[in-house]
């Protein structure tokens, strides 16, 4: 059964992989700063907001998405102040690294059968769905969940730019015969888009939680009894979300959420499927509030 490591497992070819990738590795400067001063226990909300004031074009996203029906709060947030009075330091960081995941999803050469906006549309419908299940469970934490569900499959990005032409061979046999999906990714590469994510998210230094959850996704119950609830969260969305046939959905093909999931995540079977068909309209108001 797996932990929760500081880091991901060393892998030699994941290692190689984000060696060898070049855009999508590096996230925005000013995104950085964000997650280090989040995940400072000594850190304000002063030193966050010097830092996202010096960036108007981020200043002006964070407000659009705060002021959007996404939140919901009454009356107009016109600070960035009072965003973070109201939202929290964790809130405000997980909004701007959601605003700075578009660029990554275009980023790289075209690969036949993965097109990155289509991954990008397949991950806002899985972070959706999280948003929603977290608030069926009357949970506070929406946007930890809505991250997870954005970079769950951040690996398959690593997979297109560092290795078109496997990752097209994945494609031909996944279209000649579809099985699991991270059974062929093993097959071809000898690594799935979850190491690959987990490596680049490490390599980010994103939260321990959002790294175990990038790279168990599919597989949530190997991990320890307390490390798997978001993990478990983000399984049961990416099904659903492929089931409602947004964007790239080959990746949960075939995949039924189990007893043990439900569980843990602490829902029911009809609650949890009873939202399939709320998600195709969610992403297109959240596509919008995200992609401007």
Same mark, same amino acid.
């Given at each position: 059964m797996a932990d929760a490591p500081n880091q991901a497992p060393a892998n030699?070819?994941?290692?190689?992989?984000?060696?060898?990738?070049?855009?999508?590795?590096?996230?925005?400067?000013?995104?950085?700063?964000?997650?280090q001063i989040v995940e400072d226990p000594k850190a304000t909300a002063k030193e966050l907001h010097t830092i996202i004031k010096h960036d108007p074009a981020l200043s002006a996203k964070i407000l659009k998405v705060v002021n959007s029906a996404f939140y919901g709060l009454p009356g107009q947030?016109?600070?960035?102040?009072?965003?973070?009075?109201?939202?929290?330091?964790?809130?405000?960081?997980?909004?701007?690294? &959601?605003?700075?995941?578009?660029?990554?999803?275009?980023?790289?050469?075209?690969?036949?059968?993965?097109?990155?906006?289509?991954?990008?549309?397949?991950?806002?419908?899985? &972070?959706?769905?999280?948003?929603? +299940?977290?608030?069926?469970?009357?949970?506070?934490?929406?946007?930890?969940?809505?991250?997870?569900?954005? +970079?769950?499959?951040?690996?398959?990005?690593?997979?297109?730019?560092?290795?078109?032409?496997?990752?097209?061979?994945i494609m031909k046999r996944f279209n000649a015969a579809p099985k699991s999906f991270v059974q062929i990714e093993k097959e071809v590469l000898g690594a799935d888009h979850q190491m690959f994510g987990q490596g680049l998210a490490a390599k980010w230094r994103f939260p321990r939680v959002l790294r175990t959850a990038i790279g168990y996704h599919h597989q949530p119950m190997e991990l320890a009894p307390e490390n798997r609830e978001l993990a478990a969260l983000v399984n049961a969305a990416d099904i659903l979300a492929s089931r409602a046939g947004v964007g790239f959905t080959a990746s949960a093909w075939g995949e039924q959420i189990s007893d043990e999931v439900l569980q843990c995540i602490n829902?029911?079977?009809?609650?949890?499927?009873?939202?399939?068909?709320?998600?195709?309209?969610?992403?297109?108001?959240?596509?919008?509030?995200?992609?401007?």
């Open positions: 030699p070819i994941v290692d190689s992989a984000i060696g060898r990738i070049g855009e999508i590795a590096t996230l925005p400067e000013v995104t950085v700063k964000i997650i947030i016109s600070s960035i102040d009072r965003a973070i009075v109201l939202l929290g330091l964790s809130a405000i960081k997980n909004i701007s690294i &959601a605003m700075s995941m578009t660029r990554m999803f275009r980023a790289g050469k075209p690969v036949e059968g993965i097109d990155g906006m289509e991954v990008y549309r397949h991950s806002l419908a899985v &972070a959706t769905a999280c948003r929603i +299940l977290t608030k069926l469970q009357g949970r506070p934490s929406l946007e930890e969940s809505f991250l997870a569900g954005l +970079l769950h499959d951040l690996g398959l990005l690593v997979e297109r730019q560092a290795f078109p032409q496997q990752t097209q061979e829902l029911q079977r009809a609650d949890v499927e009873a939202i399939t068909e709320q998600i195709p309209g969610e992403v297109a108001s959240t596509e919008a509030l995200f992609s401007a």
